[in-house]
């Protein structure tokens, strides 16, 4: 590659889960801090990352079309970074197949993004798909200010090894960040401006660390030092596996007000078998019964969900299954998709592949389901009078937007600013939002 002069701006384009909207945000701090800005809106930049996702799909193809489509205003290409999963998964094929791509670095060594950068200016190309881990962290500079709601990374990588999912690959084993290390990454987000922090994890219920009383905790022990933080109001986590729920976690809920009433725990699929052939080590009823405890200790709780239609061999008695456990739950919200085998999982060389158009018409069937149970769990909540967080303007004047403690969207009118906490009544639910009304304005940081 030819040498070239240093970027001025980049763009850093996530995809996928949360982790990753995470991770690139701290790729972009990262570039900041050595004097790149954003660029400005409707502007290609000088750098790009495409921070990718390799779950599902034709990940991969998406990136080389998106890699042939960026393009700068004179006609040149921008400096090419390929980050996240399909970074991890296919490295040196990108680094063959896609020449303007000058920089290919995995969800485990992007803290070394920017020696990276230096080297191809130089116009040399570099791969650096390493796992290292925890070295990451402590690699990068300090968080600078962010919204609202903040992410923040406790645990990486997952050993569940679901027969159907790469992130055990992409993402390497378990690891927890260290308690110290999230503590203070919590309290500068709080400086920064969050009210609300997520954690996030691809199993962060498997969160485990050493508090500073020199105790072994876990999520639920984080959970309970991180709501001693003056100015964070709200605290999520995602995303469990039903098998790392313990007492400690389902009593948090009925007992810690800053943790919000809300539950994403994936159950992929309503048919024992196809959850054994999945490798899920839990069954419908063992879910269900979870889920009973999880509502006794906070009855208002909403639960969200992952399903998978099509696994190899599911057949449509066992598709029904996953009906009925659906119409049992009345999830609030839920995401849903259609089995796609993965290069290198067990589950992609599987016996009993299911053709697309039946995948098809269980995922429509799916989805009219839940959507039904989102609108009924919307419904239920008109009347109710919540705090809202304000995470952005309307669409009109005066208009603004928010996360009740459902994680539902509510917008209502008002003289507000983002990072207010605003108690409101649900008036009116529509499928994906509620209409809301004023009732009295709380805190305000503005
Ligand atoms: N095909 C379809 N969906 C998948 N998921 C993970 N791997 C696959 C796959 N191969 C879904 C699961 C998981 C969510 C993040 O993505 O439902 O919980
Ligand atoms: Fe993938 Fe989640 Fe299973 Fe881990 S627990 S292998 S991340 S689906």
Redesign the pocket.
């Given at each position: 590659m030819k040498p070239t002069t240093a970027p001025r701006t980049y763009r850093v384009k996530s995809f996928g889960?949360q982790m990753n909207v995470y991770d690139g945000e701290r790729m972009a701090e990262m570039l900041a801090t050595r004097g790149i800005k954003p660029a400005p809106e409707g502007e290609e930049a000088d750098l790009v990352v495409l921070n990718t996702c390799h779950?599902?799909e034709k990940a991969a193809e998406k990136v080389y079309s998106d890699i042939g489509r960026l393009q700068k205003a004179d006609g040149t290409k921008p400096l090419i970074a390929v980050a996240g999963c399909v970074a991890q998964a296919e490295g040196e094929e990108i680094m063959a197949r896609a020449p303007a791509v000058s920089m290919v670095v995995g969800p485990q060594a992007y803290h070394r993004l920017p020696e990276m950068l230096d080297k191809a200016v130089q116009g040399e190309r570099a791969t650096d798909t390493d796992m290292p881990a925890i070295a990451k962290f402590a690699a990068l500079p300090e968080r600078r200010k962010i919204g609202p709601a903040a992410f923040l990374t406790v645990q990486e990588g997952c050993d569940k090894f679901?027969t159907?999912?790469?992130?055990p690959y992409t993402r390497g084993a378990e690891i927890s960040r260290p308690y110290s290390d999230l503590v203070t990454e919590a309290r500068k987000l709080v400086e920064a401006g969050a009210r609300e922090i997520t954690l996030l994890g691809q199993n962060v219920s498997a969160w485990s660390g050493e508090n500073d009383r020199g105790h072994r905790v876990g999520l639920a022990g984080l959970i309970r030092d991180l709501a001693d933080l003056d100015g964070l109001a709200r605290i999520r986590y995602t995303?469990s596996h039903p098998a790392d729920m313990d007492d400690e976690l389902i009593a948090a809920h009925g007992e810690i007000d800053k943790l919000m009433p809300f539950l994403h725990l994936?159950v992929?699929a309503g048919s024992d078998r196809v959850l054994r052939a999945m490798n899920r080590s839990h069954t419908a009823e063992s879910y269900l019964k979870l889920l009973d405890r999880f509502r006794a200790a906070r009855p208002d709780l909403a639960l969200s969900g992952?399903?998978?239609v099509g696994f190899p061999g599911e057949t449509d008695a066992e598709f029904e299954e996953t009906l009925r456990l659906v119409d049992e739950v009345g999830y609030a919200q839920a995401?849903?998709?259609?089995?796609?085998?993965?290069p290198g999982?067990p589950?992609a060389s599987m016996d009993g592949q299911i053709a697309k158009e039946v995948m098809d018409e269980r995922l429509q069937r799916l989805q009219a389901a839940l959507n039904r149970d989102q609108l009924a769990f919307n419904q239920g909540t008109v009347g109710r009078t919540c705090e809202v967080l304000v995470e952005r303007k309307g669409k009109h004047p005066g208009q603004w937007l928010g996360k009740t403690p459902w994680l539902q969207s509510a917008w209502f009118d008002g003289d507000y600013a983002i990072g207010d906490l605003v108690e409101v009544e649900l008036l009116e639910a529509g499928p994906n939002s509620l209409r809301a009304s004023v009732r009295e304005s709380a805190l305000s940081l503005a």
């Open positions: 889960c779950i599902r679901c159907y999912c790469v992130v995303t994936p992929q992952d399903f998978i995401f849903s998709f259609k089995y796609s085998p993965r999982t589950a």
